[in-house]
């Protein structure tokens, strides 16, 4: 199957410092990704979905300020939480649709602690 | 707003028995499902989807039921294995290729 993977797997940051998250389509072109963030023992919860060459569409209660994405080339999209502090400590995981395919292909996820 | 399975129990199965793992989705205009598995520290793993223009699929081991009328899906494991236990959440979507809303999760824990 298709392979999506996410960089870095984890990542510890200070407060007021900020992080970017990769999500790299590796064998397939992707359309469209999307980002969700998933707190300890709950649900993945959609956060916005990222269209190459256009602004990402942010779901309800998400600060686009906050969780830049840039959806640059086909297999490339990323996620950078600005100024974080420790209630942005979560697993954000990336899923990626091919052109050809349109089923969602999963990152491995990638677990942000602030200190 | 809709949602998509709004419990998260714990299922635990000895090994060998059969799971079965049920989802309750309340968006009407749904036409695709999917289950995921996912392990402690890792991404959702697909394990079977569904049209909403069927009411059951097999895969290997594993088999998904869609009833439309009641809005519930279930995801039906057979012969447990240890390898089984993990959170299994199901998804959907209206359109396919579009967002998913994911379910809130069934922790499935399999004893030897």
């Known amino acids: 199957g298709a392979v999506v993977s996410q960089h870095p797997s984890w990542v510890i940051c200070k407060s007021g410092t900020s992080v970017k998250i990769e999500c790299r389509s590796l064998?397939?072109?992707?359309?469209?990704m999307f980002w969700y963030r998933q707190f300890p023992k709950q649900s993945l919860m959609l956060m916005a979905t990222s269209n190459e060459g256009s602004k990402a569409t942010y779901e309800q209660g998400v600060e686009k300020d906050k969780f830049l994405i840039n959806h640059a080339s086909l297999t490339l999209s990323t996620l950078t939480v600005t100024s974080a502090h420790p209630e942005d400590s979560s697993f954000y995981i990336c899923?990626?649709?091919?052109?050809?395919?349109?089923?969602?292909?999963f990152g491995q996820g990638t677990r942000l602690t602030v200190v | 707003g809709e949602s998509v399975g709004l419990h998260l129990p714990t299922l635990s199965v000895q090994e060998g028995d059969n799971s079965i793992i049920n989802c309750a989705y309340s968006?009407?205009?749904?036409?695709?499902f999917i289950w995921y598995k996912q392990e402690s520290g890792k991404g959702p793993q697909f394990i079977i989807d569904i049209r909403s223009n069927m009411d059951k699929r097999q895969g290997q081991r594993v088999t998904v039921l869609l009833n439309k009328t009641v809005k519930h899906l279930s995801l039906q494991i057979a012969a447990t294995q240890p390898g089984d236990s993990a959170v299994y959440f199901c998804?959907?979507?209206?359109?396919?290729?579009?967002?998913?809303?994911f379910g809130a999760g069934t922790i499935l824990r399999v004893k030897s």
């Open positions: 899923s990626a649709n091919s052109v050809a395919n349109t089923e969602a292909f």
């Open positions: 998804a959907e979507n209206e359109e396919y290729g579009n967002k998913l809303v």
């Open positions: 968006n009407s205009a749904s036409d695709y």
């Open positions: 064998d397939f072109q992707a359309t469209t």
